[in-house]
């Protein structure tokens, strides 16, 4: 079954969640979204906070078929279903693909498994056996005639209005990458005053050159205990090779800075305290998919206000 994003959205909204899918193409903004939607369903409002124990994220050329096999099969905490990630499914050695598909004929109830990159080997008999029975997602780049309704849009949800002027010079500044365009709107949506027109002068002031999130976009995030975006300026970061103990240093630096100023709160000394369980767990080694998935539980635990903190995991080499 294929499908878009807006289509996956509404299938979700209709409390339509399949055991097995495909987010695939070249737009890493659509894909984020889709993956986004897919967790929000299975996991739903998470006011137990229990998410970190049934969603696991690994990546295709740090995992084998064992560790996804052991992760599909494991059972729920606390909820009625898990969700397991697999990021850069195109670096999954096909020996370990091959493995996989005793297991598209009897998927665990249980478990939600989605597989995402930014393509895949048709020739491969495993990915030939999974589309015919997963939803598969494209998330190929918008057509050029598309963007504009697209940009309206997310602009309506953000409660901005653009002038055609406005929209002509933010798509320009997107260039085509969804990503860049959406993220020039959340900074003009913090600029301009609610219920004012957006002009051309605006998108200029915000105009960013570059093309993923950055540490202050990361501390904003956090700042707001806005779980989501924090997760995606963190994703976009290590995309672009940020190393994680070199952002971990900066909130450390920007918390001190605020300890300084008589800020300091019952709630910082608890972010220290994952700030030092982070690191002590990032030099402990295990690779770049669990030094990500050390950043992310920490991203969560660092936006829950007031909650028990989730315990981050301590590294282990990667399963070869």
């Not at 969560?300 to 981050?312: E, F, H, V």
Request: include cysteine; hydrophobic fraction near 40%.
């Amino acid at each position: 079954m294929n499908a878009t994003v807006p289509d996956l959205k509404r299938r979700i909204g209709t409390g339509e969640v399949a055991s097995l899918y495909l987010i695939i193409g070249e737009d890493g903004w659509l894909r984020d979204e889709a993956v986004a939607a897919i967790r929000a369903a299975v996991m739903g409002a998470d006011e137990a906070n229990v998410s970190a124990f049934n969603c696991d994220a690994v990546y295709g050329d740090e995992t084998d078929a064992s560790e996804i096999l052991t992760l599909c099969s494991t059972l729920p905490m606390f909820a009625t279903r898990r969700l397991v990630v697999v990021r850069h499914v195109e670096d999954l050695r096909a020996k370990d693909a091959e493995r996989l598909l005793p297991y598209l004929d009897a998927p665990v109830e249980t478990t939600c498994l989605l597989l995402t990159g930014k393509k895949v080997d048709g020739r491969m008999k495993f990915f030939q056996a999974y589309k015919k029975v997963a939803v598969v997602v494209d998330c190929e780049p918008l057509e050029a005639r598309t963007v504009p309704v697209w940009i309206r849009e997310q602009a309506a949800a953000l409660g901005l209005s653009l002038n055609e002027p406005a929209r002509q010079r933010l798509q320009e500044a997107g260039n085509g990458d969804l990503g860049v365009l959406r993220r020039e709107m959340e900074k003009l949506a913090d600029y301009v005053a609610p219920g004012k027109a957006v002009m051309v002068a605006d998108v200029a002031a915000v105009q960013g050159a570059d093309a993923g999130g950055t540490v202050h976009d990361f501390v904003g995030a956090l700042r707001h205990k806005d779980r989501g975006r924090a997760l995606r300026v963190l994703t976009q970061m290590l995309d672009a090779g940020e190393p994680p103990l070199k952002i971990l240093g900066f909130l450390a630096w920007h918390w001190r800075q605020e300890w300084k100023s008589r800020r300091f709160s019952d709630e910082m000394l608890r972010d220290f305290e994952q700030f030092r369980d982070a690191d002590s767990r990032l030099k402990g080694g295990g690779g770049r998919g669990k030094d990500r998935l050390v950043m992310e539980r920490m991203t969560l635990n660092l936006c829950r206000s007031g909650a028990k903190a989730t315990p981050i995991p301590r590294p282990s080499a990667p399963a070869r």
